[in-house]
């Protein structure tokens, strides 16, 4: 018989995330007054930007969400299975290659199509009857959605179209930098794309695009990271509580004379005697390689004992360091912890001390941590 982990196993587990569901659900509360009077929708992509889809999609309905957006079919699939009937799920990436409408229409959702060739193969389908699509100018990405209004009126006056859809949307390339000339440019061709279609509902805005002073929110706004407790408006204070807290336990403490290295090709060398503590999760759990000061950059931060203490050297795959040398001897013992990021250490401060973004570490986040979720029940 296969040998089952026991709890005092899993208490044991060295990485640990604690997900704070209230203030995910908070976080929305807070999106949808911005929003207001249009609607917030939740973005719940990459198993709800890496925190669980499964405990993600039902605390936002319970907040009030009645749209959600995935990125792929098989995502739409999963949060079909979490969400009410009355749930409204776009998928982002459209008809996907290989897929058919009716694996959408199965389950009631709505592809967000970019294309003609897309338009055509769903208003000649059935699906619709269960579900419209919604359609994507692109107006800046050059990824995904329909490259200009005049290929998007010409593929929407094909018999049939119109009533197979029911939201028009583009996405912002900048919208995290206020002053980007790109943002009001955008706007001006969502603008005209809107007089074209004045049937449709619109969205927008990301989270950072809710903050916009234009406050391009329209019908729906589609937030994502911002819900997650990650800073929409970089450089200013973060108006979303944190979600997500990591630790992670001190295996070792050790001296190093000056000159030194640590980790993998001798990248970081002490300056000075120094005091490193080995802490148990490394890239192989999501930490970006690169979290560590070299003798060419400085790194992110670590909390320990109430101080920040710098990441050294290359992380490992699974293991990293931090200089506890400030810190006073008998504060930093092994099972002692670290915290990446959370109430005490922020998020966007870590990732961008990196080299990464926030986004990126959230959705990153490993399958060895041991979860925690704080109900949102009140
Ligand atoms: C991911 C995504 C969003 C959400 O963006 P955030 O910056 O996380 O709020 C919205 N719209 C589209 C098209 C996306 O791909």
Redesign the pocket.
């Known amino acids: 018989m296969e040998k089952r982990l026991h709890v005092t196993d899993l208490d044991r587990t060295p990485g640990r995330l604690t997900i704070d569901l209230r203030a995910l659900a908070d976080n929305w509360r807070a999106l949808a007054r911005r929003a207001a009077p249009g609607q917030c929708a939740a973005?719940v992509?990459a198993n709800a930007?890496g925190i669980g889809l499964e405990q993600a999609a039902p605390t936002l309905w319970a907040a009030g969400a009645r749209a959600f957006?995935v990125?792929q079919l098989d995502e739409g699939v999963a949060a079909r299975r979490l969400l009410p009937d009355e749930a409204e799920i776009y998928v982002?990436n459209g008809l996907e290659t290989g897929t058919d409408p009716a694996d959408y229409a199965a389950h009631r959702l709505k592809p967000?199509i970019g294309s003609a060739g897309e338009l055509e193969r769903w208003s000649d389908s059935e699906a619709h009857g269960a579900s419209p699509c919604a359609i994507h100018l692109d107006t800046g990405m050059s990824r995904l959605g329909f490259e200009s209004l005049p290929a998007l009126r010409k593929a929407m006056e094909r018999r049939g179209a119109t009533r197979a859809v029911d939201l028009l949307?583009s996405?912002f390339v900048s919208s995290e930098i206020p002053s980007d000339p790109i943002n009001a440019a955008q706007i001006a061709q969502f603008e005209d794309a809107r007089a074209a279609f004045p049937h449709l509902r619109a969205s927008l805005a990301?989270?950072?695009g809710v903050f916009l002073p234009d406050r391009p929110i329209y019908d729906l706004a589609?937030?994502?990271?911002?819900l997650y407790g990650?800073n929409?408006t970089p450089g200013e204070a973060n108006p979303m509580l944190p979600v997500v807290t990591l630790t992670v336990a001190i295996q070792q403490t050790r001296w190093v004379e000056a000159g030194a290295t640590c980790g993998y090709n001798g990248q970081w060398t002490a300056k000075r005697r120094n005091r490193l503590a080995t802490l148990l999760a490394g890239y192989a759990d999501g930490l970006p390689r690169g979290a560590g000061a070299t003798d060419a950059k400085e790194g992110a931060e670590v909390v320990i004992a109430g101080r920040r203490c710098p990441l050294v050297g290359r992380v490992s795959m699974d293991l990293c360091v931090a200089d506890v040398t400030d810190l006073p001897e008998d504060a930093v013992k092994p099972g002692d912890r670290a915290e990446f990021f959370g109430a005490a250490a922020n998020l966007d401060d870590f990732a961008q001390r990196s080299g990464t973004i926030g986004?990126q570490v959230l959705s990153s986040l490993g399958a060895r941590y041991r979860r925690e979720y704080v109900p949102s029940v009140r």
């Open positions: 973005v992509k930007y957006f990125a982002l967000v949307m996405h990301n989270s950072s589609r937030p994502g990271y911002a990650g929409p986004y």
